[in-house]
């Protein structure tokens, strides 16, 4: 585990200049870069000052400013700017405005962008980039936008998009790169690298290369420091690592960033039906998959939809606004409850003043099962092989959060009600509500992942529900039942 | 952007065996492997008969089923099966407990075995793993077990164990490997190349070399591509990239995985306060900092604590309870809003069954935007350049979703209630209600934000507190404003 380095002796070797597709992408070492807070954020007075510069029409002082910035600052710098600014701010950045920076955007920001410009241009853009990124500009392009882009561009590359544009949305097939190495077993490590170092068509940034069959179907693959650590004359196969995770080409992307996590992959071989390696995913392209799948849970739980900032306000609103509607459809039921205890809440209006506190204590035992349980689905943590256990602890949890919150709201409404029945009615409802809120929220989550539904997207309405109307009938029930009240 | 690949022709290589550490980590191969569900999970009938087997003594036989999973499969074995049968399992696996193996398991479940263990064994354990694993699982113990496993290590682990631990908590520095190849710039390709096939002590999975000055500070990475794309007489300064990320060793992990996320990096020299390169961290070490950032937000948004389904429930119960019992506190606001109208609500009951419904709604529009606010906090999405706008837009939604459920709730109320006034009454309290929500959901994850504070952690129980009294408020106050009601 101790540490190794390489410190060889002086030599003098002659500079020379050699293929460098992929070096210079970052114009300035990321340390010196002065535009960015110490989160790796652009400054606010940067971008200010951007935008004043663009808007004076200084162009080339604003070009000047932005150069030194990484295409993933660029990107970001176009997210900052409000909607006004950034066709202004294309136009001044022209040719910086890369392909690259492109790939990096939001697709909200992305697509205004795009939509200022010709198809021969898109075209052109995406002709530039790796098939993964070209896919993921264009399947966002309206239909016939789409079109257009495609017949601009060069057969080979339309041929490339298209058949990725075959497979469905958000599967492996969209995801993978063509750009790949092959080769056959029985090559030896100095065949490759003399093959490697000759054919300048080659992709320059690889990370492992793939061994085939003769029908095509990887056997193995080879990371390049294992090759490199190896006599020339050993064949590939000898080097190579058999046991591989082979990517099906239709996968859902979700199910392939769950597994480059769970087997710790650089990238992976994609493969057709036919089990013909196809092309090849590498960690970079899955990393935003994994944050956003992640991270999505929070936004379907509340019912914020795609929950983008930049996401255009109409879609926002119909995708809000429906869950609302849900939301006060199931609103109904708990409130019919508390019309049905109308006599029992005029003979003793502190309850309507207590309720609010039953229900929405439950409703947060319930959201917090919730939240933990869609997690634990989410990350393949929690199957049918321990589900019932998962049942059970929440059950164990709910009882322990019930007893402490009953005793606490019970001892509380007893001295502030001077009503020692009051309090240990609500006692008693807090304790009904906790629990049925910590079953309803393991078990309906559980419940809809059997039913092959997004756990995520539905469970929280139910839940809420439950506890809503739970809350508001255990305490108003047992107040008449205990005879505090009459309906 | 056309398909590229070797095929070679074909040539016979004498066989020979090399170096093959992280050759044959995998048994099997993945697709082969009918243990696993198509998610990639364990089926629940392997998971049962392996326990039958244990259980019947039959050790040999379960050793057998367990050898063809890949050790990160033998780690979700561990977690899926219940607390009794792991000792049991662990010892029917005895050697097969891989270090590998407990590098994967989850953390709970890892403590749990490794207190069944004597500090030597757990010293040599983690001899065996990169620093980076190593320290995952010291780190973890308590202080004196932690102190008898480092007196157990070899003095060399034990120092850069001991290196690790001087660093923060989730910082780059309990991240990084000590284990890389750096060489000076002027170093060939070709000298490379042989040293790296001469040292068998050199590491042998990396992805990148770094160059540095005689400083030892970094000055370029190389990607092994290039190096394996350039003549030998080529040296390394004219194929490196000289434009890097560079991680300083205190920076937080969630800091890193939001680099190597955004400038999708492979790998990235970590450097200590003297600039000179003392690790590095790799993407794989990365992935799963990205999947727990982004899923913690949905956790602490419900205060679900750490929300691991294997933490002991103990911890559970007491980050759970703490939290009901602070929204109990809360609760207490809305509920004292609701006991200043007893009056009111004792002459129109109704008020009583509707006022929940206001309350509701609101508090689902404050989630929606607390939840989108929290996310694009945490990518970094939302600054102090575009925050102003943030909140703008969030008021334009609100205003949407206000009148649209206005207009629905106030006339389902007008009409079942036969009551215009409380139809409009309702309506306009939705208005408002949601209108908070919506400033209230945006505003207050900003503000802590900006005070520093996890907007995640505190966020939820304000915007429930003023939507639950607003809603109250609102709808109440209105109803005996519009001369509805009287005190």
Redesign the interface.
């Known amino acids: 585990?101790?540490?190794?380095?390489?410190?060889?002796p002086?030599?003098?070797?002659?500079?020379?200049?050699?293929?460098d597709r992929?070096?210079?992408?970052?114009?300035?070492?990321?340390?010196a870069e002065t535009e960015l807070d110490e989160?790796?954020?652009?400054k606010?007075e940067f971008?200010?000052d951007v935008i004043d510069l663009v808007e004076a029409g200084e162009d080339e002082a604003a070009r000047e400013r932005i150069g030194r910035l990484?295409p993933?600052d660029i990107a970001?710098l176009f997210?900052?700017?409000?909607d006004e600014d950034r066709p202004s701010l294309a136009r001044v950045l022209g040719d910086m405005l890369s392909p690259d920076v492109l790939a990096e955007m939001?697709e909200h920001v992305r697509e205004g962008l795009i939509d200022l410009l010709a198809p021969e241009q898109v075209a052109e853009i995406a002709?530039e980039?790796?098939?993964d990124d070209?896919v993921a500009i264009i399947e966002d392009l309206e239909e016939e936008e789409q079109q257009a882009v495609l017949d601009a561009m060069e057969p080979?590359?339309r041929a490339?998009i298209e058949e990725a544009l075959s497979y469905p949305e958000e599967s492996a097939g969209r995801l993978m790169q063509?750009?790949?190495?092959?080769?056959?077993e029985?090559?030896?490590v100095g065949?490759?690298?003399d093959?490697?170092?000759e054919?300048r068509?080659?992709?320059?940034?690889?990370?492992e290369?793939f061994v085939v069959d003769p029908m095509h179907r990887p056997v193995g693959t080879c990371?390049?420091?294992?090759?490199?650590?190896?006599?020339r004359?050993?064949?590939i196969?000898?080097?190579m690592?058999?046991?591989?995770?082979?990517i099906p080409v239709d996968m859902d992307q979700e199910?392939v960033a769950?597994?480059?996590?769970?087997?710790?992959?650089?990238s992976a071989a994609v493969v057709d039906r036919a089990g013909r390696l196809v092309g090849v995913i590498t960690?970079?392209d899955?990393?935003?998959i994994?944050?956003?799948e992640?991270?999505e849970?929070?936004?379907r739980?509340?019912?914020?939809g795609d929950?983008?900032?930049?996401e255009p306000?109409r879609e926002?609103?119909s995708a809000?606004?429906r869950?609302?509607?849900a939301?006060?459809g199931t609103?109904?039921v708990?409130?019919?409850i508390?019309?049905m205890f109308?006599?029992a809440?005029?003979h003793m209006?502190?309850l309507?003043?207590?309720?609010?506190?039953v229900?929405?204590?439950g409703g947060?035992?319930g959201?917090?099962?919730?939240?933990?349980?869609?997690?634990?689905l989410?990350?393949?943590?929690?199957?049918?092989?321990?589900s019932w256990?998962?049942v059970f602890?929440e059950i164990?949890?709910a009882l322990?959060?019930g007893g402490?919150?009953a005793l606490?709201?019970g001892t509380a409404t007893a001295l502030w009600f001077a009503n020692p029945g009051l309090g240990g009615v609500i006692a008693a409802a807090m304790i009904v509500n906790?629990f049925v809120a910590g079953v309803a929220g393991v078990a309906i989550p559980l419940l809809l992942d059997r039913l092959d539904q997004d756990p995520a997207v539905a469970s929280s309405i139910f839940v809420?529900m439950t506890t809503?109307s739970m809350g508001?009938l255990a305490f108003l029930g047992l107040a008449v039942a205990s005879g505090l009240t009459t309906l």
Do not use: C
């Not at 585990?1 to 060889?8: I, N």
């Not at 990371?223 to 006599?231: G, Y």
């Not at 959201?367 to 634990?376: E, F």
């Open positions: 585990m101790d540490k190794r380095e390489e410190s060889l002086p030599h003098d070797a002659p500079t020379a200049t050699i293929d992929g070096h210079d992408r970052d114009p300035a070492p990321r340390e989160d790796d954020r652009l606010p971008v200010r990484h993933a970001d997210e900052l700017v409000s939001n002709s980039l790796d098939t070209a080979e590359d490339a063509r750009e790949f190495v092959a080769v056959a029985h090559v030896t065949d490759v690298i093959r490697l170092r054919d068509e080659l992709p320059t940034d690889f990370w290369i990371q390049l420091s294992w090759i490199m650590r190896t006599p004359d050993i064949a196969g000898d080097v690592k058999r046991e591989q995770t082979l199910e769950l597994r480059f996590q769970k087997y710790a992959l650089i960690v970079d899955v990393v935003h994994i944050q956003e992640a991270g849970d929070i936004l739980l509340s019912g914020a929950g983008d900032i930049n306000i926002t609103y809000r606004v869950w609302l509607i939301n006060l609103a109904l708990a409130s019919s508390v019309g109308g006599g809440i005029e209006v502190a309507a003043a207590l309720m609010p506190i229900a929405g204590v947060n035992a959201t917090q099962t919730l939240a933990v349980t869609v997690r634990a989410a990350m393949n943590q929690l199957t049918d092989s321990n256990r998962a602890r164990k949890i322990l959060n402490t919150i606490i709201a906790i809420t809503d508001f």
